[in-house]
C-alpha cells in the first residue's frame, strides 16, 4: 500500500511514517505561503493517482501548526492548502481502494462542550479560532470527497512524545521535560487540575492506521483517537519529578489562550487499543529526549 503523508515532519506525521511501508515523497510545500501552499498539494494530487497506480492508497493530512492561541486569521489561513489537496484528489481520484484521513483536534472542538468523557457523539463547541478551523477542515474534507473517497476523521487527543516542537504554546509533558532540565521554570496558564487525555504519537499512528483499515464505503466517518485515560497537570508534575528526582520549576500566570482552554477534556476513544504506553514510560522517553538535545553542541555564532 502507498501511504503519502502530508505534514511527516510533524510529531504525529512523522510517527504514522515510521509505521508506513511504501510511502509516496512528492517534495517540500511551500507552507509559509498559503496560496503556493495550495497551489503546490493541488498539482502533487494529481500525481499521486499515477503514484498509487492501480494498488491500494492511503492520503493522511497531519500538517498545520495552529494552537489554541493562534489568531483567527492565521488560523482559517491553514484551510488554503487543504483545499487545494482536496480538490486535486477528487479530479484525479487513484483507480485502486483507497482512504483519505483528516486529523483533527478533540481538544479544539469539544473545549466547550458539556459532559465529559466526550464521544463521537458529543456535540462539539469550539472556544478558539484553532477549534473552528478544525471543524472547518472537517466540513470541508467531507464535503468535497463525499461519495469519492472514504473520509475518515480522527479527532485527536493531547499528544506528547520524543521530537515535539518546543517553540509553540502546547506540549506540557515536553515543557516540563525542558523545565527539569534546565531549571528554567515552565509557565501554566490553567489550574493544576485541569484534565487531559495523552496519548504518545505512536499510539495514536497505530490508532490512525487501524481506523483507515477499518473503511470499506465510499463515506466518512469521525473517529476519537485517544488513549481513554484521564490525567491532570498536577498528577504530570509529580510524574516528572518522580522520574527526574528533582522538583520541576513550575510558575502559575495567565495568557489570554486560557478562556479557550475546558477544564476537563476526558475522552472516550473510538478504538481501545490492547497496549496503550503508560504515562510514566513515555513522560521518561520526552525527558530522556530533551536530556539528549540539551548535550547536542550549539553552532558557533559570528560575533565580528
Not at 507552507?31 to 494529481?46: G, I, M, S, Y
Not at 483545499?83 to 483533527?104: H, I, K, N, Q
Not at 479544539?108 to 459532559?115: D, F, I, L
Not at 483507515?212 to 504530570?236: F, P
Request: hydrophobic fraction near 40%; charged fraction near 15%.
Amino acid at each position: 500500500m502507498i501511504t503519502w503523508v502530508i505534514g511527516s515532519g510533524g510529531l504525529l506525521g512523522s510517527a504514522v511514517a515510521r509505521h508506513c511501508g511504501d510511502r509516496y515523497e512528492p517534495g517540500p510545500v511551500p507552507w509559509a505561503d498559503p496560496e503556493q501552499a495550495r497551489l503546490t498539494l493541488h498539482t502533487q494530487a494529481r500525481k499521486f493517482e499515477q503514484a498509487a497506480k492501480d494498488g491500494p492508497w492511503r492520503v493522511i493530512w497531519a500538517a498545520g501548526s495552529a494552537t489554541t492561541s493562534t489568531a483567527r486569521e492565521d488560523a482559517l489561513a491553514e484551510l488554503v492548502p487543504l483545499e487545494g489537496l482536496l480538490s486535486g484528489l477528487r479530479s484525479a481520484v487513484p483507480r485502486g481502494e483507497g482512504c483519505f484521513f483528516l486529523t483533527s483536534s478533540a481538544g479544539g472542538v469539544y473545549a466547550g462542550s458539556a459532559n465529559p468523557p466526550f464521544t463521537v457523539a458529543t456535540r462539539p463547541v469550539p472556544l478558539s479560532p484553532y477549534g473552528e478551523l478544525k471543524l472547518a477542515q472537517e466540513a470541508l474534507t467531507a464535503h468535497t470527497l463525499a461519495g469519492i473517497v472514504p473520509v475518515v476523521i480522527g479527532r485527536v487527543s493531547n499528544l506528547y512524545g520524543p521530537g515535539q516542537n518546543l517553540d509553540k504554546l502546547q506540549g506540557l509533558i515536553s515543557h516540563l521535560a525542558r523545565a527539569a532540565v534546565t531549571r528554567q521554570p515552565v509557565n501554566i496558564f490553567v489550574p493544576l487540575d485541569t484534565t487531559r487525555d495523552y496519548i504518545t504519537a505512536d499510539d495514536a499512528a497505530a490508532a490512525i492506521l487501524h481506523a483507515i483499515a477499518q473503511r470499506r464505503t465510499a463515506s466518512t466517518s469521525t473517529e476519537i483517537i485517544a488513549s481513554g485515560r484521564g490525567t491532570t497537570i498536577g498528577q504530570l508534575i509529580r510524574t516528572m519529578n518522580e522520574i527526574t528526582k528533582r522538583k520541576v520549576p513550575v510558575a502559575l500566570g495567565m495568557h489570554p489562550s486560557a478562556i479557550a482552554q475546558a477544564s476537563d477534556l476526558r475522552l472516550v476513544p473510538s478504538f481501545l487499543r490492547p497496549q496503550v504506553t503508560p504515562i510514566p514510560v513515555g513522560v521518561k522517553a520526552v525527558y530522556d529526549d530533551i536530556l539528549v538535545r540539551a548535550q547536542r553542541p550549539q553552532p558557533a555564532v559570528a560575533t565580528g
